[in-house]
């Protein structure tokens, strides 16, 4: 069964910036439109970036400009570089498939306090 591992959380500053990388255990990610995805506690999971097979990509109004989704095929693997980070963006983030087929991985957390 196919296996998501997202990494590269933790805490930063207001203004700082973080590398997300997601890793998938088979050649999925090479195949398929990939999204990164984000959700606090007590809220639904909510979509934030895509990058198609081809290499195009589309963002929420949320994190437009200031994230920036992009793909290793030959590594199975997905990154977000978030660049200057609120507190809003606080969550727990995820890959997928856009739309979200594959059993959701652990997720990794974004903490964006002072």
């Known amino acids: 069964q196919e296996q998501l591992v997202e990494s590269g959380g933790g805490l930063v500053q207001p203004g700082g910036s973080l590398r997300l990388s997601c890793a998938a255990s088979?050649?999925?990610?090479?195949?398929?439109?990939m999204g990164w995805y984000r959700q606090a506690p007590g809220k639904q999971r909510e979509w934030v970036a895509l990058?198609?097979?081809?290499?195009?990509?589309n963002y929420a109004d949320s994190v437009k400009g200031r994230f920036t989704i992009s793909r290793d095929n030959a590594k199975n693997t997905v990154y977000l570089q978030m660049d200057n980070l609120k507190p809003d963006d606080t969550d727990v983030y995820y890959c997928n498939t856009r739309p979200a087929v594959l059993p959701w991985g652990q997720g990794t957390q974004v903490t964006v306090s002072s």
């Open positions: 990058i198609s097979r081809s290499g195009g990509t």
């Open positions: 088979r050649s999925s990610i090479s195949i398929s439109a």
